[in-house]
């Protein structure tokens, strides 16, 4: 005689699987309501945390990128049968004395350039008056450019109207303070990223799975090589630049030529357009003191461009990656509107990494899946 308590305690067939588990704590609206409002909580947490720490995000990325940039320098050495450590040491040291010569050297003097540029500002005014360009202006615009130059006159002269941009004097003094801080934090922090690139991108493969770190390994070393190879051919680019715009001022008998090499090498760094940038600063500039030198600095430094866009160029950026134009005006965009130079500097590295992920990964597997699903 069978056991009844027996069929009621049985287990269930092998074919049978358990029923799902759900949380029924979820289909009351106030935990749905109380889940919803502390994910929001969360998030407007982490966006404050983001925002306050932009400044430090700001000096780690480009820490990262200085380091990515010397890193190339650093490996040729090891080339040469020098340990990493000695060659980083090297590398630091010329750097140190290059910064620190053009710091005394040139600081001075455009400081000197800066103070004689807003002494000689009613001189130059008077200068463009008395030319054709200015007669012509006049005759076909009539008095509203003499409005116009009394006003930018007035504007220049008073010291108080250029502090006011800065937000005070005070504001200024804050701002080069922290701006030296800066500086000083982020070259430190590009020392120890330089001399821990080699674990951290070890340990940033062993963060994969292991069948697939031979290819990742691989796709990070061309990353790093691309975005180090654009970086060092931007700051060549911005050099070079900075060389014709002082050599051009000084020929010329155009003023302050070394100030216009620092403006020269700071806007070119800007990718894409920081060159027409400068094309105008430099001829609008150089208008005020002579149109006929203003217009050969026009022409000159626009057959440099061509010059660079297609000889120059091609050949310092033959280790990064090429991408569309399109894509390069959009990331500058994006770059520079989201963090400044800063961010259209490393926009198109980091455009370029996304579309070598983009061809080695996403687009061998969408190629693979022959068959749908």
């Given at each position: 005689?069978?056991?009844?308590?027996?069929?009621?305690?049985?287990?269930?067939?092998?074919?049978?699987?358990?029923?799902?588990?759900?949380?029924?704590?979820?289909?009351?609206?106030?935990?749905?309501?109380?889940?919803?409002?502390?994910?929001?909580?969360?998030?407007?947490?982490?966006?404050?945390?983001?925002?306050?720490?932009?400044?430090?995000?700001?000096?780690?990325?480009?820490?990262?990128?200085?380091?990515?940039?010397?890193?190339?320098?650093?490996?040729?050495?090891?080339?040469?049968?020098?340990?990493?450590?000695?060659?980083?040491?090297?590398?630091?040291?010329?750097?140190?004395?290059?910064?620190?010569?053009?710091?005394?050297?040139?600081?001075?003097?455009?400081?000197?350039?800066?103070?004689?540029?807003?002494?000689?500002?009613?001189?130059?005014?008077?200068?463009?008056?008395?030319?054709?360009?200015?007669?012509?202006?006049?005759?076909?615009?009539?008095?509203?450019?003499?409005?116009?130059?009394?006003?930018?006159?007035?504007?220049?002269?008073?010291?108080?109207?250029?502090?006011?941009?800065?937000?005070?004097?005070?504001?200024?003094?804050?701002?080069?303070?922290?701006?030296?801080?800066?500086l000083v934090i982020i070259l430190v922090l590009s020392l120890y990223f330089l001399a821990t690139l080699p674990s951290i991108k070890q340990t940033f493969n062993r963060l994969t799975p292991a069948y697939s770190r031979a290819r990742v390994a691989d796709l990070t070393e061309q990353i790093t090589d691309s975005?180090?190879?654009?970086?060092?051919?931007?700051?060549?680019?911005?050099?070079?630049?900075?060389?014709?715009?002082?050599?051009?001022?000084?020929?010329?008998?155009?003023?302050?030529?070394?100030?216009?090499?620092?403006?020269?090498?700071?806007?070119?760094?800007?990718?894409?357009?920081?060159?027409?940038?400068?094309?105008?600063?430099?001829?609008?500039?150089?208008?005020?003191?002579?149109?006929?030198?203003?217009?050969?600095?026009?022409?000159?430094?626009?057959?440099?461009?061509?010059?660079?866009?297609?000889?120059?160029?091609?050949?310092?950026?033959?280790?990064?990656?090429?991408?569309?134009?399109?894509?390069?005006?959009?990331?500058?965009?994006?770059?520079?509107?989201?963090?400044?130079?800063?961010?259209?500097?490393?926009?198109?590295?980091?455009?370029?990494?996304?579309?070598?992920?983009?061809?080695?990964?996403?687009?061998?597997?969408?190629?693979?899946?022959?068959?749908?699903?």
């Open positions: 005689m069978s056991d009844p308590s027996a069929a009621t305690t049985s287990s269930p067939p092998a074919d049978q699987s358990p029923a799902p588990v759900r949380w029924t704590a979820l289909r009351s609206p106030f935990a749905v309501g109380f889940f919803v409002t502390l994910g929001a909580l969360v998030a407007v947490v982490l966006g404050l945390a983001v925002s306050n720490l932009s400044t430090v995000i700001i000096y780690v990325v480009f820490a990262l990128f200085a380091a990515l940039g010397l890193d190339p320098v650093v490996r040729m050495l090891e080339r040469r049968k020098l340990s990493r450590t000695w060659a980083i040491v090297i590398v630091y040291f010329v750097f140190a004395l290059v910064l620190v010569g053009v710091l005394m050297l040139i600081i001075p003097t455009v400081v000197r350039q800066i103070a004689q540029f807003f002494k000689d500002v009613p001189s130059l005014i008077r200068d463009f008056q008395s030319s054709d360009v200015y007669a012509w202006l006049s005759n076909t615009f009539g008095d509203s450019i003499s409005d116009i130059l009394t006003q930018v006159q007035q504007f220049l002269v008073n010291p108080s109207n250029i502090a006011a941009i800065g937000g005070g004097v005070l504001q200024i003094g804050v701002s080069i303070v922290t701006g030296i801080s800066g975005i180090g190879g654009y970086l060092m051919g931007m700051v060549i680019l911005a050099f070079c630049n900075a060389v014709l715009a002082f050599v051009l001022y000084l020929a010329l008998g155009l003023p302050f030529p070394l100030l216009m090499a620092v403006v020269a090498f700071c806007i070119t760094l800007i990718p894409l357009v920081g060159s027409v940038l400068f094309w105008v600063i430099g001829s609008t500039l150089a208008l005020f003191s002579s149109p006929v030198s203003a217009l050969i600095f026009a022409v000159i430094y626009l057959i440099y461009m061509q010059v660079e866009a297609y000889v120059l160029t091609p050949r310092v950026m033959n280790r990064a990656v090429s991408i569309p134009g399109s894509l390069v005006v959009i990331g500058a965009l994006v770059g520079g509107t989201l963090l400044g130079l800063l961010g259209a500097l490393v926009a198109i590295p980091v455009t370029a990494s996304l579309l070598l992920i983009i061809k080695q990964v996403i687009i061998p597997r969408q190629d693979a899946k022959t068959v749908p699903r």
